[in-house]
């Protein structure tokens, strides 16, 4: 059996996992981020994370035949380098050669909504697909596209930036600089602000007291449950919300004609009572009759970007 590490380094915490060839998590590892740190440091921390997943995994690092790395911002994985991160304060950090430093181990390194999706594609919920557009909708957008079994980046590595393709024409700006992104209307951030305005426009809603009549309380989930407790203002926000990533769906069905569409994040947990209906907008708006691109939740959770980090090397 051979064993690989993954890394998924995040703007709040390094989480890592020793990972067989059939995508078993062995052992974890898990440090604060504590960004923004130099970058040695976080390499360092980024490392000691490993020593503890191999720990608890019963193995050692002669037993690691390479280690991947899935890092937040515009990544350069032919030279290594993560060109910029928000979340990490990052400018050109040559973090491929401050890790391998720090392990001895060969590094491979990539986005970490790419390495997501390819989590996904290998061992989750796009297992056996080899073309997969994966969208996870959490405070913003991500995006993940895989071709041929590929992590697809475009010429620059920036691509796949699916939170921010522009939806609505004059729509809301949106903090990349466009408008109208993606992100600005199927965020959980964007569902937050749906839900509000139609609060405020209906103060009968029953979310009122769902949120103890408290609008900063109101959360992602909240138009959800209050639909389901039959609460008419509630479906108007949901119809609204799934109408929108319907729309977002249907385009990128369009463009890349993946044999799948994953959901993730925390608003794919809805289930069924999201993915049906998403389902039935793409179906009815379409380009193509006889195209059957299936739309579905996607099931790793946070372990999609460990997995996906450990297999860059293949
Ligand atoms: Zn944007």
Redesign the pocket.
Known sequence: MRYRIGVDLGGTNIAVGVVDEEYRILGRGKIKTRAPRPAEEIAADMASACRMALSEAGLTEADVEWIGVGSPGIIDPVAGLVEFSNNLDFHHVPLRRLFSEATGKPVFLENDANVAAFGEALAGGARGFSDVVALTLGTGVGGGIIIGGKIYAGSNHAGAEL??VGMVYGGLP??????G?V??YCSVKALIRQTREKMRARPDSAMWQMCGGDIEQVGGRLAFQAQRAGDEAAGEVVRQYIDYLGYAVTNFISIFQPQIVLIGGGISHEGEPLLGPVRAYVRAHRLFENAATRVEAATLSNDAGIIGAAFLGI
């Open positions: 939170g921010h949106c903090s990349c600089g466009h408008s992104c992100e600005m």
